[in-house]
Each structure stands twice: as structure tokens, then as C-alpha cells.
């Protein structure tokens, strides 16, 4: 197989939101208390609607927020809910202020080599506000955002609409994730071959997944790609 195309998770793949197990970018508000809700209530109406929020059924972070507080009979005031929407897109921007320089080295040999790179993130529209302006998006052929397409990992659909919009096939494919939402099963089960990013992913959490080929530092997807082109 000659691999024409390599496909990256984002999240935790490309960026990372944590350094030293906190978060880079600490929340200034809690959603709850800034909305005057229980906590409970909240985290669990909040969690109940993460596919929702993936695959575009919402519009945007204001509309989910505002769902919340009607089910949880709680007034609902649109200049707090802006007020969160842009602390929040703000938060989300940090991480991608300060990349991972072996990222960008990798990215940038694989495209030397003459390889599509494209882009499939699970995220809402507020997460990734920051990419387009970011280096990241400079060394992709094209970013498909769950949001966007209706279709979250591991629904075959977005992995084939990026196999698509690359015009290659799965077979001629990689794909590299941390392995959240199931997506390097999601990856194979299409015909790609998937490999696991661990270089951000502690390894009591990396281990938990089976069955794929781990890659310890970036650049170690160079030897991939020329083993599966000799």
C-alpha cells in the first residue's frame, strides 16, 4: 500500500489542553456558578448532550446553554450566556498560542514527502475559533469539523467524507489519534490503517487501548509511512 493521505485527530493529538495533568488555560468561571445552577443538575444535562454538541445538532454554545436552562426551569439571560461564549472561545484559543514544535517539524516532512494532510476533529464551533488563525491550519490540505459535516467520530460517515474530499481511498489512508470517541476503531472499520498518538496521553490512560500501533513521539509516523511505502 502507498499512502496518499494521513488523517489527524486534533484534541489531544495536535494540541494539548493540559501541561503537568492541569489545564493550560484555567477556567476563570465555572459554568454553573456564573449561571446560578446547581452543579449536579448542570454537569449532567451538560454531558447528556456531548454528541449533540459534536455533530452539529446545536448551533453553537449559546443555544446548548440555553436549552439547559429551560429544562432545568432556570431564567434564562442571554448577556451572561454571550459573556460565558466568549470567555470560553478565549480559554479554548490558548492552546493553540503555543504549539508543539515536533508537531509542526512532523507535519511539515510528511508533506514534503507529497501526502495529503487533512484534519478530523470532534469539536463545537467556540473550540475551534482559533485554528484557522493558527500555524496548524497552514500545513493541512483541509480540516473537517464535526460540527460541521453532522457526523462525529467514529461514525463511518466523516472518514469517508474525508477520504472524499482527499480523493483517496481508505486503504491508501492513515489515521492518527489519541483514540478518544472510539475513533481508531472507527478509522479501521472504514479500511484505514490507525495508529495511536501518546505523546500527550499519560500512559495509565493510553494503555487502556488495545489492538493498534502506538506511537511514542511524532516523528516516529515518518518510519511508518515509509514502511508502508516499501
Known amino acids: 500500500m502507498k499512502v496518499k493521505a494521513v488523517f489527524f485527530d486534533l484534541f489531544e493529538t495536535l494540541i494539548s489542553e493540559f501541561v503537568n495533568g492541569s489545564r493550560k488555560a484555567a477556567r476563570s468561571t465555572l459554568l454553573e456558578e456564573a449561571l446560578g445552577v446547581d452543579s449536579s443538575l448542570f454537569r449532567t444535562e451538560w454531558n447528556a448532550r456531548q454528541q449533540q454538541r459534536m455533530d452539529g445538532t446545536y448551533s453553537d454554545f449559546p443555544s446548548v446553554i440555553a436549552e439547559i436552562l429551560k429544562v432545568l426551569d432556570h431564567p434564562v439571560d442571554n448577556d451572561i450566556i454571550e459573556a460565558l461564549h466568549r470567555e470560553r472561545i478565549a480559554e479554548k484559543a490558548i492552546v493553540f498560542s503555543s504549539l508543539d514544535q515536533r508537531i509542526l517539524r512532523m507535519l511539515e516532512q ?121
Open 110 to 230: 510528511v508533506q514534503e514527502l507529497g501526502i495529503k494532510i487533512c484534519l478530523i476533529s470532534n469539536c463545537t464551533q467556540e473550540e475551534v475559533t482559533a485554528w484557522h488563525s493558527s500555524e496548524l491550519a497552514a500545513c493541512f490540505d483541509a480540516a473537517l469539523f464535526s460540527y460541521q459535516v453532522k457526523a462525529a467520530k467514529p461514525n463511518p460517515e466523516i472518514y469517508q467524507l474525508a477520504c472524499e474530499k482527499m480523493g483517496v481511498s481508505p486503504a491508501e489512508s492513515l489515521f492518527v489519534g489519541d483514540g478518544g470517541s472510539n475513533e481508531l476503531e472507527g478509522a479501521a472499520k472504514v479500511g484505514m490503517t490507525a495508529y495511536q498518538a501518546t505523546w500527550f496521553v499519560p500512559p495509565y490512560i493510553s494503555e487502556r487501548i488495545k489492538g493498534y500501533p502506538k506511537l511514542a513521539e511524532p516523528l516516529e509516523l515518518l518510519e511508518q509511512i515509509r514502511l508502508c511505502n516499501t
